[in-house]
């Protein structure tokens, strides 16, 4: 009598989980003309989420040549470190010379998940199932979930037509795959005063409209799949209104990709 019952033991947890879900990242692609701002939105979306000012993927301030020369991912964490389920890729910058920048076969390849992080592109020579450094079985996370093409607003009307055809090629490709396709348009400070003063203008500017329909005339995506936007490139501080854009821009990537998984192109 008196004796201290014992507690029951804890219910035990499920040796299986009791509902299916796919932990991976989303991968988004970057790719576009030198100097459209590929890397430049890389690092404008880790000072988003950091909420400062971040440079951790390498920017060139000359759009001669493609600074970017090989396959590169990165992850992108919040101010509490906490990784975030996408990640996103840059690759060299489409030239108007076939000798010059990333062969729009590379891009492909990096669309089918047979390249490795940190392969070296080769602007004459694309990679092959003969190289020892193709992925042959590219799992699920190797794989582009969504194309992103970026495009200077400033810029769009003087585009060469064959870096336009290059990208043409991989949207096909993209779409034949079921992988959604979208612009992003960068710059877009540059081409207008009135956003150039106050970003919270953007879609009250004709400008901008213009030039988002022209990114879809030239390129194909509708203007429901474009996202103008002003990376952080001279800045010293993150602000709302840049935050903002990048932030829709990347809710839109992100749910397109999810989209893609949804149904069933995996």
Not at 69 to 92: A, C, E, G, I, R
Not at 194 to 222: F, N, Q, T, W
Request: net charge neutral.
């Amino acid at each position: 009598m008196g004796g201290k019952k014992s507690k029951p033991e804890p219910p035990k947890d499920f040796k299986q989980p009791w509902r299916n879900i796919v932990w991976n990242q989303f991968r988004i692609l970057l790719h576009g003309p030198v100097g459209a701002g590929k890397t430049c939105f890389i690092n404008s979306v880790k000072s988003v989420f950091k909420g400062r000012i971040v440079v951790r993927a390498d920017e060139e301030t000359s759009a001669g040549k493609s600074f970017t020369k090989t396959y590169q991912t990165y992850k992108v964490t919040d101010k509490d470190s906490v990784t975030l389920p996408f990640v996103l890729n840059d690759v060299m910058g489409l030239e108007d010379h076939e000798e010059d920048g990333i062969h729009p076969n590379d891009i492909i390849n990096a669309l089918h998940g047979h390249l490795k992080d940190g392969y070296k592109f080769n602007p004459v020579s694309p990679l092959t199932d003969a190289d020892p450094e193709y992925i042959h079985n590219p799992s699920l996370s190797d794989k582009v979930h969504c194309l992103v093409s970026v495009v200077p607003a400033n810029s769009i009307s003087r585009m060469n037509e064959d870096v336009i055809q290059k990208m043409k090629t991989v949207r096909q490709e993209a779409l034949k795959l079921g992988i959604p396709h979208v612009v992003l348009m960068t710059k877009v400070d540059a081409i207008c005063p009135l956003v150039k003063k106050d970003l919270a203008e953007i879609y009250k500017s004709r400008k901008i409209k213009e030039k988002m329909e022209e990114c879809s005339h030239r390129l194909g995506p509708p203007l429901k799949c474009i996202f103008p936007v002003c990376n952080y490139h001279e800045e010293i501080e993150t602000n709302d209104k840049k935050d903002v854009l990048i932030l829709i821009a990347l809710k839109a990537f992100t749910g397109f990709a999810d989209d893609y998984f949804e149904e069933g192109n995996i």
